[in-house]
């Protein structure tokens, strides 16, 4: 066990844990990591638009004439 094999011989534990680093990697699935597009349309009587990547409109900073 490698927690057991650290307070014995943390040099040989090091081994140990990039062995159970790469076993865990080598399992991990892939995921693909994309942006996805937003398209926003707006007025020309829209005034202060603000687009926040979490947010998206903060509707508190706009103004419409």
């Known amino acids: 066990m490698p927690v057991a094999l650290q307070a014995l011989a943390p ?3 090091s081994l140990t844990w ?5 076993q865990i990697t080598d399992k991990a699935p892939w995921l ?3 942006n996805p597009r937003l398209d926003v349309v707006t007025s ?7 687009y ?3 947010f998206m409109l903060l509707l ?6």
């Open 18 to 22: 990039q062995a159970v680093d790469r």
């Open 11 to 13: 040099g040989a534990s």
């Open 44 to 50: 020309a009587r829209v005034g202060n638009f603000q």
């Open 32 to 34: 693909p990591l994309y």
């Open 52 to 54: 926040h990547p979490f």
């Open 60 to 65: 508190d900073q706009l103004w419409v004439r």
